[in-house]
């Protein structure tokens, strides 16, 4: 069973920065594409960022140079890196394998199960 434990969220104020992780068992990041969700209170999932085995990368409107993903093989572990924290960014962050459509210009996350998410609260 796919195993995905997210850390590194927080409260900090807007403006500020964290540096989320995701580990995950086995070595399903290594082989599949990976990408960051957040969902915040009565709002759907979300995907933020998304990268490639072959680092290729893919970030939201929203959060688009102010947070970098990256990936670590050998630890089979992803990374967001979130500067510039915005009050509307405070949510719960997930992480999944992600796949993408036939045309490339949609994404799914590839597990149906889910981590416990990470709470990353901004506050203004």
């Known amino acids: 069973q796919v195993q995905l434990v997210e850390s590194g969220g927080g409260l900090v104020q807007a403006g500020g920065s964290l540096r989320l992780s995701c580990a995950a068992s086995?070595?399903?990041?290594?082989?599949?594409?990976a990408g960051w969700y957040r969902q915040a209170p009565g709002k759907q999932r979300e995907l933020v960022a998304a990268i490639t085995t072959g680092g290729s990368t893919y970030y939201a409107d929203s959060v688009k140079g102010r947070f970098t993903i990256s990936r670590d093989n050998a630890k089979n572990t992803v990374y967001l890196q979130m500067n510039s924290l915005k009050p509307e960014d405070t949510a719960l962050y997930y992480c999944n394998a992600v796949r993408q459509s036939g045309d490339g210009s949609v994404w799914y996350p590839r597990f149906a199960s889910w981590g416990q998410g990470t709470q990353v609260t901004v506050s203004s």
């Open positions: 086995g070595n399903i990041f290594s082989i599949n594409a």
